[in-house]
C-alpha cells in the first residue's frame, strides 16, 4: 500500500470525491475535514499503511437488513471501523456514508488521525469502481470523546452541533420515515440528544452497546 507521501493534493480530492458519491440528500453534512487534514500528514511526510478489515465490520454488515431510502441509518462508530462497515455496505448494497466527521486530526492531538486518514485513502481507490443504488446511512465518529487531555497534547475532540446533522424536519423533508441508529459503546449524550430532536418528528431505534452485544452474539 503506498505511503501518504505518495498523495498529491488532486488525488485527495478525488478520493473524497469517492467517498461523497452517492450522498444524496445528506451531502451537505458530508465533512471535508479529514481530507483537508490528510494534507498535514503528507507535508509532515508520514509513512503511514491502511490497518486491515477488522472482522467486526463484516458481521455488522450481515446483520443489518437490506437498506431502503426510506429509513436513515445512523452509526457512531470508532473511526475505522466506521470507514471498513462504510466500505462493506457501499460493496454489499451501493449504499453510500456521509461522513459527519468535524474534528481535525493532528498527530500532535488526542483524534490523531493515523489510522483514519490511512483508511480513508485506500479505500478510495476501491470506492471509485462501486455502484451507488441504495441512498445514505449517516456516519459519526465515536472517538470524538476519546482520550484525556494533557499539557502536551493537543485537545482536538468535539461534541456533535445543530450544523453536523440534518434536523428532523429536514429528514422528513428527504422522505425519511424512520431512523434506526446504532452506537459502538452505550450512546453519547450528544447523540442522545440528537435522536431525542429527530424523534419529535420520527419514530427512532437506538441500539447501542454493539461491542458488548457482538461480543456475546
Not at 503528507?42 to 443489518?64: H, I, K, M, Y
Not at 436513515?72 to 462493506?88: K, Q, R, S, V, Y
Not at 456533535?160 to 423533508?173: I, T
Request: proline content about 6%; charged content about 20%.
Amino acid at each position: 500500500m503506498p505511503t501518504l507521501r505518495t498523495w498529491s493534493e488532486g488525488h485527495i480530492l478525488q478520493v473524497m470525491r469517492a467517498w461523497r458519491r452517492g450522498c444524496g440528500p445528506l451531502t451537505p453534512w458530508f465533512r471535508a475535514t479529514p481530507f483537508a487534514a490528510a494534507l498535514q500528514y503528507r507535508d509532515r511526510s508520514l509513512a503511514v499503511r491502511c490497518p486491515e478489515e477488522p472482522g467486526a465490520a463484516r458481521r455488522l454488515a450481515t446483520v443489518l437488513p437490506r437498506p431502503t431510502r426510506s429509513r436513515l441509518w445512523i452509526f457512531d462508530l470508532p473511526g475505522p471501523l466506521g470507514l471498513w462497515l462504510a466500505w462493506e455496505l457501499r460493496r454489499r448494497w451501493g449504499h453510500s456514508a456521509a461522513l459527519a466527521w468535524n474534528g481535525w486530526y493532528d498527530p500532535r492531538g488526542l483524534l490523531d488521525g493515523h489510522s483514519e486518514i490511512s483508511i480513508l485513502l485506500a479505500l478510495g481507490r476501491r470506492l471509485a469502481c462501486t455502484s451507488i443504488t441504495a441512498g445514505a446511512c449517516l456516519l459519526f465518529d465515536s472517538n470524538r470523546h476519546a482520550g484525556n487531555a494533557g499539557p502536551h497534547v493537543l485537545d482536538n475532540r468535539y461534541r456533535l452541533n445543530e450544523e453536523d446533522a440534518p434536523s428532523a424536519e429536514q429528514l422528513a423533508g428527504m422522505g425519511i420515515v424512520q431512523v434506526s441508529a446504532f452506537s459502538w459503546h452505550l450512546a453519547a449524550d450528544d447523540l442522545k440528544a440528537y435522536l431525542d430532536h429527530v424523534r419529535s418528528r420520527l419514530p427512532v431505534a437506538l441500539t447501542d452497546d454493539l461491542a458488548l452485544k457482538m461480543a456475546h452474539g
